[in-house]
């Protein structure tokens, strides 16, 4: 795929057409923001480490029958994915109390749930991202009752299966959050990355934070903790 014109620079990527106009690029950055933009940082070699894990993770899914964006990963960044429309929806499942789970419901941190939970927020940095029910979202014609559905059936099968490739490693997957696209023929697939950014990952025996929030926490750390991730997902 040739390299075209930017089309779009988030908080951690970087979009660009091809000569395809069926797909797009995306190249991960080192930047690291947290609390909405609010903190900003770079973790080093945090591009390159999402790049790649997200790629394993989307192959090894779509083999198991989730319908994903990746189509070839191109160097250490840059990942060719289906061009889509992302669904302004943040999907988010937890297993196990944290984050703002733990704050808003004033529990403790580490509270492992019978069944997980699963919960919309609208994707909108002006709004701050607000959590929102499937009738919100409906009402806002976010979605459809029949995206929403499938979107809801994907997301459990990607904590079944990602639970497990974690376990496989000494991980416990807390909590993560996916978003979805509709390609131009109106598929639904997964979109966007699966890393240490949007998933907290701990360590099964120590307990120890292997994601983003030693970033968000000030913990230090988080350079080693991507890449320690990394290496027992890849071997290296
Ligand atoms: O902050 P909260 O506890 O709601 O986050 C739940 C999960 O969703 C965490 O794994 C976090 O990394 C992820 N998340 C994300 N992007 C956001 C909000 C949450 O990746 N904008």
Avoid at 145 to 158: D, F, G, N, P, S
Avoid at 172 to 190: P, Q, R
Wanted: glycine residues 8%; aromatic residues 8%.
């Amino acid at each position: 795929y040739e390299k075209k014109e930017q089309l779009y620079e988030g908080k951690a990527k970087k979009v660009y057409a091809t000569d395809d106009p069926e797909v797009v690029i995306v190249s991960y950055k080192d930047d690291a923001t947290a609390f909405n933009g609010l903190k900003k940082g770079t973790i080093s070699g945090k591009g390159a480490i999402n790049n790649r894990m997200t790629n394993n993770l989307m192959r090894r899914l779509e083999h198991k029958g989730v319908p994903t964006h990746y189509v070839e990963e191109l160097n250490d960044r840059e990942t060719a994915v289906k061009k889509v429309s992302i669904v302004p929806l943040e999907v988010i499942v937890r297993n196990i109390s944290a984050g703002s789970f733990a704050k808003r419901y004033g529990v403790e941190e580490g509270i492992v749930f019978d069944e997980p939970t699963f919960e919309f927020s609208y994707k909108n940095d002006d709004l701050g991202d607000p959590l929102l029910n499937t009738s919100h979202a409906l009402a806002l014609k976010l979605a459809t009752r029949e995206e929403i559905a499938l979107i809801r059936k994907y997301t459990m099968m990607v904590n079944d299966l990602l639970k497990g490739f974690m376990k496989e490693i000494g991980i416990d997957l807390v909590d993560f959050k996916l978003e979805f696209g509709k390609t131009s023929d109106g598929t639904i697939v997964l979109a966007d990355e699966i890393s240490p950014d949007t998933c907290r990952l701990w360590d099964e025996k120590t307990h120890e934070k292997l994601d983003k929030d030693r970033f968000r926490r000030d913990l230090g750390g988080a350079e080693e903790a991507y890449e320690e991730v990394m290496r027992r997902l890849m071997g290296e």
